[in-house]
């Protein structure tokens, strides 16, 4: 059963990678080459380990991880189905951030903490969220279902769901229906853009 549960998984991110990358060729090579997948294949065991309190070993495979990715994921982090990283270095997603089902990460994100208390720290991100490269979304904030972050935000406050964030600190603004478009990256949302907020 278990086992079963396991390629059901892999396949389903085998198949998440090829809606999200239009570079991804076949899935023995996805498997082989994107270091995306080999990062959270990785953080589902050492997340196993860290909530059976088995953290010590959580921690060395989640430091082997960053080694041979480039993609850092504390063991404690939450991440739900269908998480597919983008060229992935540079990433860094803190202790107690949430992930749900559906998101995706560009390159240089960040999701850090604002504080060294042992607290809930870090972001919560809602279901179907894309962040952009280079972004920086920090602290205990929560990311709308079905919002995205620009690339090179530095996100600090909530974002609604279905907004788009931009900028520096960010501002946020509902999501038009011309901007729902699968695999564009945040960073085609300017804050440039023409004001229309019409959905």
Known sequence: MLLLHIARTIREDLQNAREHDPAARGDIENAIVYSGLHAIWAHRVSHWLWTRGFRGPARILAQANRFFTGIEIHPGATIGRRFFIDHGMGIVIGETTEIGDGVM??????????????????????????????????????IGEGSAIGANAVVTKDVPPEHIATGIPAKNRPRRQSERIKLVDPDYYTASDPVDYSI
């Not at 903490?113 to 279901?127: F, I, N």
């Not at 894309?130 to 205990?140: D, Q």
């Open 105 to 142: 990460l560009y390159h240089g994100v960040t999701l850090g903490g604002q504080v060294l208390t042992q607290t809930k720290r870090h972001p919560t991100l809602e279901d179907n969220v894309t962040i952009g490269a280079g972004a920086k979304v920090l602290g205990p904030i929560t």
